[in-house]
Nanobody, 126 residues
Framework: QVQLVESGGGSVQAGGSLRLSCATS????????VGWFRQAPGKEREFVAA????????YYRDSVKGRFTISRDNNKNTVYLQMNSLKPEDTAVYFC???????????????????WGQGTQVTVSS
């Protein structure tokens, strides 16, 4: 059983930065990927970024490319999401998630992921 605990959310002004952390406990196998999704009020949950646990391959949604960076510390079993140049449209609850890495064609799909954290709120004001 894998447990995921997010931290690092908060309120910032547009243009600011936040770093989210996802502490994992339980086995994160080399065949897994760990990712971040977000959900804004009244909207569906959407893929933000993911990283394959073994090779460290990274994937991003287009709207965050160049602003967000996902990374992992295998020794600490922690995944980070560095968010720079934040925009009001980045406001959402951010969820950490883990599941099998089935390749780029599946990495953005919610049903690819098995374990989910409780989420952390990110609010960006204009």
């Amino acid at each position: 059983q894998v447990q995921l605990v997010e931290s690092g959310g908060g309120s910032v002004q547009a243009g600011g930065s936040l770093r989210l952390s996802c502490a994992t406990s339980g086995p994160i196998y080399s065949t897994y990927a760990v990712g971040w999704f977000r959900q804004a009020p009244g909207k569906e949950r959407e893929f933000v970024a993911a990283i394959s646990w073994s090779a460290g391959e990274t994937y991003y949604r287009d709207s965050v490319k160049g602003r967000f960076t996902i990374s992992r510390d295998n020794n600490k079993n922690t995944v980070y999401l560095q968010m720079n140049s934040l925009k009001p449209e980045d406001t959402a609850v951010y969820f950490c998630t883990a599941g099998l890495f089935l390749g780029p064609g599946h990495i953005t799909r919610q049903n690819n992921y098995i374990y989910w954290g409780q989420g952390t709120q990110v609010t960006v004001s204009s």
